[in-house]
């Protein structure tokens, strides 16, 4: 079977589509290309490449390597089956012959994760976890994620992040930030994990709320500091990074180079119909910014190759 030309974007065209539309970012035309494991199954991208696919006819649930479609790590069945938007993170390298690297699925709008260990023996089960980390009057769920040196990260606020560790069940904490930046209430915020090193991507609304016609403004974490803080970022750590991003709070780092991408550039889907769907590279050194038509598209995915 032939695969697919990554970096792609999977673009699913109607809530309902069970097959996704493959895009080539390199041609900028779609792709003909049918994946056995991700038509008519539940599938979710990871920022390290691995896809999480749920065969529900099946009863399996498996995570792919899109260089190789027979490259799969079995794991127990996901019993529920969960919305498309939820994210999907991983705590590790999957394939790590020493074991637990934790798979984690965050639902979209409940308040609730779901987590089993790679390699934990043929009895480890997905666990499914309800979470509080509101007030006492709302309950607030996880949107944007990122696992960063075996944690994860999660909605950043003015005064700290928080902080989600599995030693071995969850355990939800907050760190207090140091300083101020130059926050935008007015924008979509992304956490990105790259080279062990913690950044947030502000997406600032434009005119009239669009995101299209607004800044892109990168900060890195300051570990280094107690407590941390946010500082802002004019490249992507060196090494040749690119980030791409994508609703649903997806965000991921990638070898610019291997990728076929501009370097210290960060490619955002935007969904749309007829000519509004695109994808918008800026550059974060010297901030020039170009779109690309994409087909019209309800949600899009990324679909990168592992281990760069």
């Not at 590790?92 to 699925?105: E, Q, S, Y």
Request: net charge negative; hydrophobic share 40%.
């Amino acid at each position: 079977m032939e695969t697919l030309p990554l970096p792609c974007l999977a673009l699913q065209q109607r809530p309902a589509t069970q097959k996704p539309t493959f895009f080539s970012i390199f041609g900028e035309e779609e792709i003909d290309c049918d994946i056995d494991g991700l038509t008519n199954n539940k599938f979710w991208v990871t920022p390290e490449g691995w896809i999480l696919v749920r065969d529900a006819a099946s009863l399996i649930t498996f995570l792919m390597n899109p260089l190789d479609y027979d490259n799969k790590i079995q794991l127990p069945h996901l019993p529920e089956d969960l919305p498309r938007e939820s994210t999907c993170l991983l705590s590790g390298k999957p394939a790590d012959p020493a074991g637990g690297c934790v798979v984690l699925l965050v639902e979209s709008v409940a308040t609730v994760i779901w987590y089993c260990r790679i390699g934990d023996g043929d009895g480890e089960e997905w666990t499914r976890h309800e979470y509080d980390i509101g007030t006492h009057h709302e309950k607030v769920p996880i949107c944007s994620i990122a696992g960063c040196r075996r944690k994860f990260y999660f909605n950043n606020t003015l005064s700290g992040i928080g902080v989600l560790e599995f030693s071995p069940s969850p355990t939800f904490t907050t760190v207090k930030l140091a300083g101020e930046f130059d926050v935008v209430h007015s924008a979509k915020v992304f956490l990105v994990e790259s080279g062990e090193e913690l950044y947030m991507v502000s997406l600032v609304y434009g005119i009239g709320c669009d995101m299209t016609d607004g800044e892109t403004r990168v900060y890195r974490m300051d570990f280094s500091e107690q407590p941390p803080r946010w500082r802002r970022a004019d490249d992507l750590g060196g090494g040749g990074r690119a980030f791409v991003l994508a609703p649903w709070y997806f965000g991921a780092s990638c070898s610019a180079e291997k990728c076929g991408l501009e370097e210290d550039c960060v490619v955002v889907f935007f969904p749309g119909d007829d000519d509004d769907a695109c994808v918008k590279i800026s550059s974060v050194r010297d901030e020039e910014v170009e779109f690309m038509q994409v087909p019209a598209a309800h949600r899009a995915l990324w679909i990168l190759p592992t281990g760069t």
